[in-house]
């Protein structure tokens, strides 16, 4: 019994300070103390007791003396660290150094501080932001025919574009003393949602000069001349931007461009000036066609060295006038049939003089780094809200279609078939919006948030790519016919877009959620490697140290919290809310330790089997979501109305996160291991499981009902709530109507089905329910409206052949052709 008590008494004083995370010096202390104990309690002799303090004492003093330790455990670790470490290319370092880690970086190390999430302030509108939104941008929304613009005439109309130039949409970055707006990120965001819910080219159109392009790497890399010429320029419409990265063999490896400049003399404006020979082909390129100045990246040479630097210099950006010699434009590319302008660029030994490389020659060869902190920055506003808003969208019109729309006497919304997509919907336009509301509120916090960026492009546009998909199902016939009442086919069509562009969602997923988060986030990874690389041993071992106590520290916090069901875990409030904050710093807490293990076993090999890293960038991606859902609903004073979509969007992320670890325990190569990292983290089982029904339930009927959550979610976009005959204005119209009229028409459905109202068409029931006093006149003129109404929301477009294929005259095309043959 007294050996049993000592093992427990010396498994529960490991827990405890490994929970704790105690320093070096406590545990030695410690164990001084328990040996000590053990004598007095009688549980050891003292001459067991002085042979432990005896075989103790040298590995006590080799711990804690860092001379001593330097020289017999690190200096041999630290040569096998050296040997093992792979090699960083320079856009390598450049990529991990640039932008900033935040928020996920507390996630990501095991004990987030959700104080302080709580207390980071999210971005309000200013009044001249809100008077924006709701003067110029709501008239470019009422401007904008989502069927001419993308079925028609594959362009915007011209006044359109004469609006965005006149009002400064392209300007929205671009300091007020330069003639811009200097808007907020999140006031960026909001524009870009809001044209987006009307038209996706108009808003891609708004998006791109805003994003990566000249006008942000002008303002954070521009000489001031540069600055003073281009910014007012752009910022009054004068000047269309693009800028010019990808091309047909480079996309994602954006490093491995083979456009290259070579550093020569040559003639400009009738003199000769040292500059740059270039030659380019790029493809993909966003408002190429229409642009005025191109935003070039090309790798840089010195052969001769003019420039008295290396030969080699590296990537390099500049600006380039698109009538400058050489430069060809004006071709365009169809992407998705989508109406924004989109085409090539090329150019064959174009010569430009130096000081047209963005911040003078003295930033030659750094402009991969520009582009990594300037991308970071747009990649969090941009595609995010494209994401949104059709996550809104979808939410919106759905909603009001389901109750509108009936089946089997009942609105489709009451099947629990759909229900289970509508509550995809709804949840995710719950977590779209929370997540786009602190992202890009990061950017007015002066933040450069490259990993998080990176989870809110892929996590937002892949809901999108589903609540359009899940649309899609519910609206059935009514989705898929293109025409002016479609509002769902055309960002249905776009879907590819948002996917593809900024970094596309495979390698977003595989390489650079956790291959950038792991290093930038983790407080020990990167400093170990400097430390490696600068032949640091006293840093180093100052470092290992740290990092195996910060190791032992989360795999026993992972521990405990899962035995405990996470009761032990973080939680800044009590109430509804207070489980998941510990359920979410439970699984923080599991996946610092995970992550730990996989680096350390793994090594540089984790880095190319992405789908085990992908899967842990997965949890860390959930974690963030979950905490933008919590920190939006407690931001709005947590009301109850919105428990079923918080409950939702939680449980889903928190399943997701169950899911991810055990992909990557099932397929993780030591199977040994992978047991004993499942029982440290899932120690009682799997805690988490999908969203309950009942919740969804809930969410799905929220949607049909108008104002409430629905409209607190989705207020950002423009819905036309009034206009009949815009597409989405008349469904907002209907479910008004019907919120009134349904009491009525259900009476009088039961009276059909009872055989009561009797007639072949609809005004024969009315007439005849009229005819027996069923209903007074004013009654049949408000079904018989009603009735009206509800046919125009679900009847869908039809045209002549020749308006859908008016290349063919009447009577020439296949179709035709063939009638002709079967009539004889």
């Known amino acids: 019994m007294t050996l049993i008590f000592a093992i427990a008494v010396a498994l529960a004083g490991f827990l405890a300070l490994a929970y704790a995370g105690a320093r070096l010096p406590v545990w030695t202390a410690a164990v001084a103390l328990y040996l000590l104990g053990l004598w007095v309690v009688g549980a ?89 939104l ?76 805003n994003s990566l392009g000249p006008g942000e790497l002008l303002m954070q890399y521009g000489t001031q001349a540069q600055k003073d010429y281009w910014l007012p320029r752009l910022a009054d419409g004068r000047e269309i931007p693009c800028f010019a990265l990808t091309g047909p063999d480079v996309g994602s490896d954006a490093a491995a461009m083979p456009d290259y400049g070579v550093v020569c003399r ?153 229900q289970a997509a509508m509550a995809r919907i709804g949840g995710y336009a719950y977590r779209l919006e929370a997540a786009r509301r602190l992202t890009a509120s990061a950017g007015d916090l002066g933040v450069k948030p490259s990993v998080v960026s990176a989870i809110a492009k892929y996590h937002m546009t892949e809901m999108m790519r589903t609540s359009l998909n899940d649309a899609m199902d519910v609206h059935g016939g009514r989705g898929i016919i293109f025409g002016p009442r479609n509002y769902l086919g055309y960002g249905y069509q776009a879907i590819p877009v948002g996917i593809t562009v900024e970094g596309a969602n495979i390698l977003t997923r595989n390489l650079m959620i956790f291959g950038q988060g792991a290093i930038r986030c983790h407080p020990y990874v990167f400093p170990e490697m400097e430390a490696a690389r600068k032949d640091d041993l006293a840093g180093f071992d100052r470092l290992l140290f740290s990092h195996i106590g910060y190791s032992l520290n989360r795999g026993v916090r992972a521990f405990v919290l899962g035995l405990t069901g996470a009761r032990l875990g973080d939680s800044p409030v009590k109430g509804a809310t207070a489980p998941y904050y510990r ?49 939006f609903h407690e931001d709005a004073g947590s009301p109850e109305a919105e428990r079923p979509f918080l409950r939702w969007a939680l449980d889903d992320s928190l399943n997701a996160i169950y899911e991810a670890f055990d992909g990557f325990l099932r397929n993780f190569p030591n199977r040994l291991l992978a047991g004993v990292l499942r029982r440290v983290i899932f120690p009682l089982g799997r805690p988490y499981h999908p969203a309950a029904d009942r919740d969804g339930q809930r969410v799905a009927e929220a949607l049909m009902e108008p104002g409430g959550v629905r409209e607190r979610v989705t207020a950002i976009g423009y819905w036309a709530e009034d206009d009949r005959d815009d597409p989405m204005g008349r469904m907002e119209v209907a479910l008004r109507t019907l919120v009134a009229v349904e009491p009525l028409y259900n009476r009088f459905q039961k009276w059909v089905a009872k055989g009561e109202a009797q007639g072949f068409s609809f005004a024969e029931r009315i007439a005849d329910a009229r005819g027996k006093g069923l209903i007074t006149a004013a009654e049949a003129e408000q079904l018989q409206a009603w009735e009206h109404l509800r046919y125009d929301c679900i009847i869908t477009d039809a045209f002549p052949p020749e308006a859908i294929s008016p290349a063919a005259p009447a009577g020439r095309s296949g179709a035709a052709h063939w009638r002709r043959q079967a009539t004889g």
Request: proline share 5%; net charge positive.
């Open 44 to 132: 050891a002799s003292g001459a067991a007791v002085a042979l432990a303090a005896l075989v103790l004492a040298p590995v006590a003093l080799l711990f804690n003396l860092p001379a001593l330790r330097r020289r017999v455990i690190t200096r041999p670790l630290f040569r096998a660290f050296k040997r093992v470490l792979p090699p960083m290319t320079s856009t390598e370092r450049e990529a991990l150094e640039a932008g900033d880690t935040w928020w996920e970086g507390e996630l990501f190390q095991g004990r987030p501080d959700w104080q302080r999430l709580r207390e980071t302030p999210v971005t309000r509108l200013s009044d001249e932001e809100q008077a924006f």
């Open 134 to 209: 709701d003067n110029q941008v709501a008239t470019l929304c009422r401007m904008l025919d989502n069927d001419r613009i993308e079925r028609e005439a594959h362009d915007l109309p011209a006044e359109v574009w004469d609006f965005i130039r006149r009002e400064r949409f392209f300007s929205l970055i671009i300091p007020r003393q330069y003639g811009g707006r200097a808007f907020s990120s999140y006031a960026q965001s909001c524009v870009v949602t809001r044209i987006a819910t009307r038209n996706i080219s108009a808003a891609v159109t708004v998006m791109v000069p």
């Open 266 to 418: 040559g003639e400009h404006k009738g003199r000769e000036v040292l500059g740059i020979r270039l030659s380019f082909s790029k493809r993909y390129i966003t408002l190429a066609p229409v642009a005025t100045v191109l935003g070039l990246a090309f790798k840089l040479h010195d052969p001769d060295g003019l420039l008295g630097g290396e030969r080699d210099c590296g990537i390099t950006c500049a600006l380039v006038p698109t009538d400058h010699p050489g430069v060809q434009v004006g071709e365009r590319h169809f992407p998705m049939g989508m109406a924004f302008m989109n085409g090539p660029v090329q150019g064959e030994d174009v010569f430009i003089p130096l000081d047209w490389i963005i911040g003078g020659p003295e930033m030659a060869g750094r402009g991969w780094r520009m582009l990594m902190e300037c991308l970071s920055v747009g990649r969090a506003i941009s595609l995010p809200a494209l994401g949104t808003a059709a996550g809104h969208m979808s939410a919106r019109m759905t909603g009001a279609y389901a109750r509108i729309r009936r089946q089997f006497k009942l609105p489709i919304g009451k099947f629990e078939g759909v």
């Open 583 to 631: 359920e979410l710093s439970r699984m923080s807490a599991a996946l610092a330790f995970v992550s730990d293990v996989a680096m350390g076993v793994l090594g540089g090999d984790l880095k190319r089997r992405e789908r085990l890293s992908a899967r842990l960038g997965d949890v860390l991606s959930h974690l963030y979501l979950a905490s933008a859902v919590l920190k």
